[in-house]
């Protein structure tokens, strides 16, 4: 039966393989054990995935270099007097 089984799963991998590398991707690399292991005790007491983790550094990294998603991420809608100025030209 199990046997049964594992067949069963192996040709339903092998028909939507293209499909979950259309939707997904993998990253394979390493960090050293050490980092590693502190980053999973962090996740771990504090709940997060490591899809949490990846999409989180993403944002930050993101916002360093887009002030709009910087400003939309922090919730700040106030703009410095230049800013306004620059706005009405685009406009």
């Known amino acids: 039966m ?20 259309a939707k ?4 394979g690399t390493s960090i050293p054990r050490e980092k590693a292991e502190k980053i999973n005790e962090f996740l771990k007491r504090y709940g997060y995935t490591k ?5 989180a550094g993403y944002e930050e990294l993101l ?7 910087a400003k939309l991420k922090d919730g700040y809608d106030d ?7 620059d706005k009405k030209k685009t406009e």
């Open 63 to 69: 916002a360093r270099h887009d002030t709009d998603f």
């Open 51 to 55: 899809v949490e983790l990846i999409q």
């Open 24 to 27: 997904c991707m993998v990253w």
């Open 79 to 85: 703009f410095f007097g230049f800013e306004e100025i």
């Open 2 to 21: 199990e046997s049964n089984r594992k067949v069963k799963d192996k040709r339903y991998e092998e028909r939507h393989k293209a499909e979950r590398k």
